[in-house]
């Protein structure tokens, strides 16, 4: 085993990695954009590198390691960074999102290494539960796994920017008995963060308590020998992908029809039309590659597929030995 590389510090003890160890205590952080994920992992390991947004642009595009040595535990702790799902990012798709995430958590299982837990962060502040959470939150189960529900902690944050304590708890109120439903009454521990360090630590403490898990995705790939396209994630992120697909053609259809209905003298109408029928073809350009990229999967979950067959059939003679 490698030794920890671990930089000293005057307050923490903290380092931006790419591999974890063996005994670490690995939490996966994820949410949608400007949720305050990398907000939460600098407070915890005072790490001044890892870079919170100041702008509305997603700013985490990789799955980002910070460990750091909890004092209190004595335990080292891998935070994972993680970009949320977010189509109007401009250069990363989902489908390269979900492949980095599920990557990296293919070389925890091939390393024997379980996830202490998951912290997904939602803003309590928001009013609406819209598209985009929606799609974060969907895929965030559908990696997860209601096997795994129970070593989630939702963290909501911005409590800090509520008008009043009773909008706030109305609020998580709701997310309980609706949009978070599936994950409260599969286990998971609702918790507040209002942007200090106390409340991250708190969290820090109780996902301590969880008895480590392997998540859905990797079962799915490892132990059933699933492509990424076919695991749940990816086929709830393929469905999407189609369903975009089918949107932007039905657009394109809609702008056919207008450009019949345009006159001749209307030239310029028709020229902003066109410029939006070519729009929604690039979209679908993009979509259509997104959907060769899904299938192509991963050269981790490649490897598998040959591995695989060869287990089983060792497994078998082995088994023949014994008749
Ligand atoms: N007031 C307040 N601001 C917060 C809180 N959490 C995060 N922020 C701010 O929200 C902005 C976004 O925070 P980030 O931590 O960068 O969000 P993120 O989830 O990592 O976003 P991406 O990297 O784009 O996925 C930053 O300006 C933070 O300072 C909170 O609880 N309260
Ligand atoms: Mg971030």
Redesign the pocket.
Known sequence: MDTPRTKPSSDSDSEVSNATQNDDVIICVM?C???????FIKLLTKDTSVK???SLE???SEVQLVRFVDRTSGRTVALVDT??FDDSRKGITDTVVLKKITSFLLKQYDGKRKLNGLVY?HRITDTRFGGQSKINLRMFQNLCGPEAYKNVVVLT?????ISSPEVGDKREMELKDNFLNGLFGGGATFMR???TVERAQRVLRHVLTFVPTDIQIVKEIREEGKSLEETAAGSVHGAEVERLIAKHRQEIEKIREEMNRVKEDTASMKRDLEELRDEHMKKIAQLESERVDLKNGLEEETRNREVLPAEAEKEKSHHRQWL
Do not use: M
């Open positions: 949410g954009t400007g949720t305050g994920k990398s907000l919170v947004s100041d997603s700013e985490t970009p949320g962060l944050t911005f409590w800090d920017q963060h209002n942007r």
